[in-house]
């Protein structure tokens, strides 16, 4: 006795084939939204990483900046420093004249 093997359903092969893309779908979608959340996660990787080399050279600029302004400071202090000296008795001399001249002036005594 020899059993025929039977044929496949044109229904039952339809369904199997919706099955298997539906399968195949589900398989797609799911490597979709992994390779979209690993995406995500490089792009934050990214940001974060350039966040940090900004902060880094903002750092580096202010130090800059700061230490550039502490010695700009320090010469204008040195400058000032320098400039100053006590008036020679002669200096004094002409500066009281002067300003004997200038209340004559201001007052009309003219002398």
Known sequence: MSERIPRPDPVDAAIARVLDAEHA??????????????MTEE?????RALAERTERR?????????EHAT???AALDAAETSQERALTPDELTRVDAAAVQLAALLTGSGT
């Open 25 to 38: 779908a589900r398989a797609a979608v799911a490597q979709a939204g992994d390779a979209a959340a690993a």
């Open 43 to 47: 792009a934050r990787a990214m940001a």
């Open 58 to 66: 903002i750092r580096a600029v202010r130090a800059a900046f700061e």
């Open 71 to 73: 010695v700009e400071v």
